[in-house]
């Protein structure tokens, strides 16, 4: 099982200056090599390979342009080897062997968003305090934890905000712990960010939603400022830093609740929920962005899959939060500010996220529920409307029914019973 270990570097003055060349010569061989395919492409003609890229625009290039060979060699490799698969993953994709959302071809490099240079095999070292990587020199790195064996490969990595990473990739083992016989089911919101089918909640910090003032005050200055200013240069900066921060405070909440969930319970259940298509929601994008539920997903899988846990999804078709998890009486759809209901058939009081929770869980262990309404001949019915009480302690209520039309003998067109589809009124006492 392979994991990424992530650390802050602090290069100096001229460290910056060399690692800034070496992501500028990478982003060169990206984008010299992806307009180079694109034009074989509009000809008519077939996308070369790795090989033939590494002739051309490596091997060929650096008599050319010598500035290419100030820089290791290694990562201008890796670049086009990244090209060569990002092609490989949209032609998949658009044939259907490659499972997921579609993926889009591979795109231009900007110098003003997030950098990256891969180094692979031998050529780097890392020492306990610092990382040498070849023709930039020794970098000061901070260890917050020992690494779980020989890395692979090591990503320098430099974001918007102006901030230097180390990832490195290394094999490790699943660690696999003590059963604890408990299993959980999760229910993810907006007001609470998570419930447990034990009663337990949790809330999300929102940051974003904190900083939102500061972020839109910060956006503001930057938009005044004159186009390639030093001035609008240390605006967007600050516009990058406030934005890393939220990610941090997002992260780090995400990266605690999973790592306790998969440390405290043997099963771990999910609702498949489409967050994609949920964001395309003008009123909810910007809440639901805020939670990370994809990113808490991502990591509650990885992390139950290092400790030797079981993580289970539900269709998102499931109604959990309109069945009642002691009777499985569906109720039917409730309004979002609903968060309080009874139930109408066994008059059980359900907090609903506690309640959907509950049915995440039964959804993969189920368990026997009461009998909906004895007596009667519909199977799982479905509320359809509530009327008013037309009797002290009585009320009635409608289900749709579908019985087998009879073949036996011909059917009364008056006789409500041998309709094929007919409703069937019962009443409920309290």
């Not at 994609?276 to 992390?303: C, H, P, Y």
Request: proline residues 4%; hydrophobic residues 35%.
């Amino acid at each position: 099982m392979k994991a990424r270990y992530k650390y802050r570097i602090y290069p100096n003055h001229i460290q910056i200056i060399k690692l800034n060349q070496l992501f500028g010569c990478c982003r060169y061989v990206w984008n010299s090599a992806l307009a180079h395919c694109n034009q074989l492409y509009t000809n008519g003609h077939k996308r070369p390979g790795y090989v033939d890229l590494t002739k051309q625009f490596i091997t060929q290039a650096k008599k050319e342009l010598f500035w290419l060979k100030e820089v290791a060699s290694t990562p201008l490799q890796q670049s086009l080897k990244d090209l060569d698969k990002a092609y490989k993953n949209f032609f998949n994709s658009c044939a259907g062997k490659r499972f997921g959302i579609k993926v889009k071809p591979p795109k231009f490099k900007s110098r003003k968003s997030r950098q990256a240079a891969r180094f692979v095999g031998a050529n780097y070292q890392v020492g306990q305090d610092k990382i040498y990587l070849p023709k930039v020199g020794k970098i000061k790195i901070v260890l917050s934890r020992p690494l779980a064996s020989k890395p692979s490969s090591v990503t320098i990595i430099k974001d918007s905000a102006g901030r230097y990473f180390a990832s490195f990739v290394v094999e490790t083992c699943a660690e696999h712990l003590p059963k604890t016989e408990n299993s959980i089911g999760i229910d993810l919101g907006i007001s609470t960010f998570a419930t447990l089918s034990n009663g337990e909640k949790f809330e999300a910090p929102k940051p974003l939603k904190k900083n939102l003032n500061k972020l839109g005050k910060f956006q503001r200055k930057f938009a005044k400022t004159e186009l390639g200013s030093k001035r609008r240069e240390k605006a967007r900066v600050r516009v990058a830093k406030l934005h890393a921060k939220v990610k941090d405070i997002r992260t780090d909440f995400l990266h605690k609740l999973s790592t306790d969930l998969a440390i405290n319970y043997d099963t771990i259940v999910l609702e498949d929920l489409n967050v994609s298509g949920m964001v395309k929601n003008r009123k909810l994008a910007k809440a639901i962005s805020d939670l990370g539920w994809r990113q808490f997903r991502t990591l509650t899988e990885a992390k139950c899959e290092k400790y030797g846990r079981e993580f289970r999804t539900i269709s998102r078709w499931e109604p959990t939060s309109q069945k009642c998890s002691n009777c499985g009486f569906k109720g039917g759809k409730k309004e979002l500010n609903v968060r309080e209901w009874t139930c109408l058939n066994c008059g059980t009081f359900h907090d609903r996220d506690i309640n959907a929770a509950v049915n995440i869980l039964e959804a993969v262990q189920p368990k026997n529920k009461v009998e909906i309404v004895k007596g009667t001949v519909a199977k799982n019915p479905v509320q359809l409307s509530l009327f008013n009480e037309v009797a002290e302690g009585q009320r009635s209520i409608i289900y749709w029914t579908r019985r087998k039309r009879q073949t036996e003998k011909p059917a009364d067109s008056n006789d409500v019973s041998t309709r094929p589809e007919s409703f069937l009124q019962l009443s409920l006492f309290d």
